[in-house]
């Protein structure tokens, strides 16, 4: 059996993950770094020192056979595959994999922390490998993308940025309208549960703020806080956060699935999981007037993770053969 790593220290998980040849998933280990009750997140320089702390644990989850029997690996080293593109929590795994790949005598592949997302992705919609091109949405903690994703072979993609938020990212939005209502950071599942309360409720909706560069949430996370004080049930504001978001996202890939003419959307990133985002989208995006294929990455792959970091290793690897 071959074996190929995957090596990811994001802003709030550190992570390792194993596939083999076929990209079937043979370890996927995670550490969530922890945030004090209240605090809205952490400093890159906390989130670095505790992935140096969590890696010598992951590494130790992993059985001994696949260490044995690694080819390659891969590690995210930079968000973004632009110039410029930097975080320092990434050096964490870098170091790792750079020492691993040099103790073992493999090759080691640098990849994004999205193109690991996209890839993850594709785990459970084998099909978009072998699209020529595809929509893909990011939305996390750290990023708000519409993306055109090109397949040149394979495990080599160039991804185009269409739309960013010019501000704050969805995910930063659920957390810190969570944080105010005294929620758990991350606040994405306990703000789900809120909103589901709400089903009876009369519904109030934050407006969008789309521009012709992208979109921002910088406002909503204003409206949600200031509804939140003339005393809006939580549940309330937890719809319209969840809503916002939907509406928004709804409204861009609209708008370039027309320009365009690419139906075909993969939604990745923590934010994605969300169910009742999901569920407008689909109503909204795969209605026969617009026509669209959305392509959901599960709920797990969704958030930050090494699985497609390790398929990137395997993909990248066989081109080299």
């Known amino acids: 059996m071959k074996v190929y790593l995957g090596i990811d220290t994001s802003a709030y998980t550190t992570s390792i993950a194993a596939v083999d040849e076929n990209l079937s998933i043979l370890a996927d280990e995670r550490i969530l770094l922890k945030v004090e009750p209240g605090k809205r997140g952490l400093r890159q320089s906390e989130a670095l020192f505790l992935h140096i702390k969590n890696l010598p644990q992951l ?35 870098t170091s790792l994999a750079q020492s691993l ?13 999205q193109e690991g997302h996209v890839m993850a992705g594709m785990q459970g919609n084998r099909e978009l490998l072998d699209k020529p091109r595809f929509l893909a949405v990011h939305f996390s903690g750290g990023t708000s993308d519409v993306l055109m994703v090109e397949n040149h072979q394979p495990g080599l993609m160039s991804i185009t940025q269409l739309a960013s938020s010019e501000d704050i990212h969805a995910g930063q939005l659920v957390d810190r ?7 758990p950071f991350p606040a994405g599942p306990a703000l789900e549960k809120l909103a589901a ?32 004080k003339n005393g809006t049930s939580p ?27 690419i139906r ?15 569920q407008r989208l689909i109503k909204r995006l795969q ?24 398929m990137l290793a395997a993909l990248q690897h066989r081109l080299k053969q």
Do not use: C, W
């Open 287 to 310: 209605h026969p007037a617009v026509g669209a294929r959305l392509y959901f990455a599960s709920p797990r792959l969704s958030t930050d993770n090494a699985v497609g970091v390790a």
């Open 235 to 261: 549940e309330i504001v937890a719809t319209a956060v969840l809503g916002v978001i939907a509406k928004t996202l709804e409204k861009v890939l609209r708008s370039f699935i027309e320009q365009l003419q």
């Open 197 to 228: 309360q709400a089903a009876d409720k009369e519904l109030v909706a934050i407006p969008t703020a789309i521009t012709s560069k992208g979109f921002s949430f910088s406002g909503a996370e204003t409206r949600a806080v200031q509804m939140l």
């Open 264 to 278: 075909d959307v993969l939604l990745a990133g923590g934010v994605m999981a969300n169910h009742l985002i999901a």
């Open 177 to 183: 309208a969570g944080v105010a209502m005294g929620l």
């Open 59 to 93: 590494v130790k989850k992993l059985d001994h056979q696949l260490y044995e029997n690694t080819q390659a690996l891969a590690v995210s080293a930079r968000p973004r595959n632009v110039a410029n593109s930097y975080m320092p929590v990434f050096l964490a795994g």
């Open 101 to 113: 790949a040099a103790f073992a005598q493999v090759p080691l592949y640098q990849v994004s922390h």
